[in-house]
């Protein structure tokens, strides 16, 4: 409610030293006297040296030498500088009961009773302040302020009115009224109070905002938005008052002054980011993200926050919704540039790094993202994944075996683990330990359907253990019977198997299953060759080139017009 006035009591001293006016005008000559102010200097040098404890001692050695108004004030400085505001209090009231006509000691009784809730003497003090020094508004104030407290609004407002004479319209005293006006049921007193404050003040945002308040309280919603709509136009720079406005037409779902509002917000001041990117959230929640004046006020923001993370990720969200997946993980790669801690980000990045077989890229963020957060596992295993498909084989192993002992109770995710060590060790041609760890896997997570075609995959490749690999695969088809990347799983078993009908009938179904997939492509080529089709395969092992195949043997297999084993 106020600022606090504090006192130096070098002034106190003067004005008071415990002594009455008539004592003040005789000369100080006994030992008492002399005993009694050296005691009180003592106590004020402690008091401003910050010695809190030591002057509190001081003073009250004072106070049992004489009973004095000036030690008990110091004292209730001190108390109250420990937050000990009960004995405060109690100093305080000494010191006032002693010299009830020191402004000083009545001013701050009057502050402390309003703290602590005594409304009822507040008013009695403020009351006696008023009189004092008339022409005070800060007392007329606080006189209002316990009237409120106290229960008394009619008398708030009187004081308050007083207060006004003092200051001229101020519009926080205008609401004030109003909101005492409105808590004694008399509305239209309450307006009669607004419109007489705006017909001197009609641009003031905080009279025009109370007064759309006090229309939607009356449910005339109409008349409020009038009055918002005023207060938009004459105050352009406002970002608040049209974000208000925005929300309003968002509810009332009139879309065309929502954006025309929404876009004024972001282009006014005082909207702080959080809100900026909850209106922006919302849009795509309702299914406004492709709307282009959604996309606009996106671009703004990541040009208006150019160094903070969060306009980059939701820059990219908007850009997943379109189905730009290069420009999204573009920004949310910037915004990472911004904040390093958001693990969030980090996996939304590593995430459409694997998607997109994009693993040199994926072995460095995985690699930064460990220095930020060394003891998720998933970023380990982001982490080997990139090792593996880029051949740094004896980092894999070491990075997959140090995250694995971060897993804890997350079965599926060990297993991942185990899994991608048996890729690791096949990778290096080293069957046992492949098996092993693919055998560890599915025993972890026994319906992974995923591993349990990796496992199928690379015995097919080892050429090992065929029929096994053809039963994981039938366990798998029957999960998922329409998945391109399993059906030729499927094929290629029984092409390593030499049964080359069979195989050519189910890298046809994974062809139709998907066109743009370059290794089931060069398959197709594969079976065809071995079935003497020479042209078609042909065919299918340029296509798979110009895909971007990285079998190392396709470039042999097109000139010599045979079968070669992969190379990867």
């Known amino acids: 409610m106020r600022i606090i006035h504090y006192i130096f009591l070098a002034s106190v001293l003067l004005s008071s030293c415990g002594m009455s006016k008539k004592k003040e005008a005789q000369v100080v000559n006994t030992k008492a006297d002399y005993a009694f102010i050296l005691k009180f200097h003592e106590g004020v040098r402690l008091k401003s040296r910050g010695q809190t404890d030591a002057a509190i001692e001081t003073f009250q050695a004072c106070l049992r030498m004489r009973e004095d108004d000036a030690s008990n004030f110091a004292l209730f400085e001190l108390y109250l500088e420990k937050e000990q505001r009960q004995e405060a209090s109690q100093y305080l009231q000494k010191a006032y009961k002693l010299d009830p006509n020191n402004i000083h000691y009545t001013t701050e009784l009057a502050y402390d009773y309003f703290e602590t809730g005594k409304f009822s003497d507040a008013v009695n003090i403020f009351k006696k302040l008023c009189k004092l020094q008339p022409r005070n508004p800060d007392f007329q104030y606080g006189l209002a302020e316990s009237y409120v407290r106290a229960g008394k609004p009619a008398d708030a407002i009187e004081a308050l009115n007083r207060t006004q004479d003092q200051t001229g319209l101020i519009p926080e005293l205008v609401v004030q009224k109003y909101t005492l006006y409105m808590q004694m049921k008399k509305p239209e007193l309450a307006l009669q109070e607004l419109n007489s404050a705006l017909e001197e003040m009609p641009a003031d945002p905080q009279l025009i905002s109370t007064l759309a308040d006090y229309y939607f309280k009356q449910n005339q919603e109409d008349k409020a938005i009038e009055a918002l709509e005023r207060m938009a136009e004459a105050q352009p720079e406002n970002g608040r008052v049209q974000y208000y406005l925005a929300e309003v037409y968002g509810q009332k779902r009139d879309m065309d002054k929502y954006f025309y509002y929404l876009k004024r917000a972001f282009e006014g ?262 079935l003497g089709k020479k042209k078609e395969a042909l065919e299918y092992w340029k296509l798979a080139h110009t895909m971007g195949s990285t079998n190392g043997s396709l470039d042999k297999k097109i000139a010599n017009e045979e079968y070669f084993d992969p190379i990867f």
């Not at 050429?463 to 019977?481: G, H, P, R, S």
């Open 269 to 530: 001041g005082g909207v702080e980011l959080d809100q900026k990117m909850k209106a922006l959230l919302s849009l795509q929640e309702k299914g406004l993200g492709k709307d282009p004046r959604s996309f606009e006020l996106v671009e703004r923001l990541v040009t208006d926050y150019p160094t903070e993370a969060k306009p980059y990720t939701l820059y990219a969200d908007y850009m997943m919704e379109k189905g730009d997946d290069d420009n999204a993980l573009k920004y949310y790669s910037k915004a990472l540039q911004y904040e390093k801690n958001a693990f969030a980000i980090w996996k939304q990045v590593m995430v459409m790094q694997y998607q997109n077989s994009l693993f040199e890229d994926l072995l460095k963020s995985s690699g930064e993202c460990l220095m930020y957060f060394p003891n998720v596992p998933l970023v380990y295993l982001f982490n080997g994944v990139a090792c593996n498909q880029t051949k740094k084989y004896a980092d894999g192993l070491t990075v997959l075996e140090a995250g694995i002992d971060y897993v804890v109770n997350d079965k599926p995710l060990k297993a991942e683990f185990y899994g991608q060590l048996g890729e690791c060790y096949f990778l290096q041609m080293k069957v046992k330990e492949g098996k092993e760890n693919y055998e560890l896997a599915l025993k972890t997570d026994p319906s992974s359907i995923l591993l349990m075609n990796n496992y199928a995959f690379r015995l097919a490749n080892a050429k090992i253990e065929l029929n096994k690999a053809l039963q994981l695969m039938e366990d798998v088809l029957a999960v998922a019977a329409d998945q391109a990347h399993y059906l030729d799983t499927y094929g290629w078993i029984y092409f390593q198997m030499g049964k080359y009908e069979d195989a050519k009938k189910w890298f046809e179904k994974a062809y139709a299953a998907d066109k743009e997939d370059k290794f089931i492509v060069e398959h197709m080529g594969d079976v065809l060759i071995k």
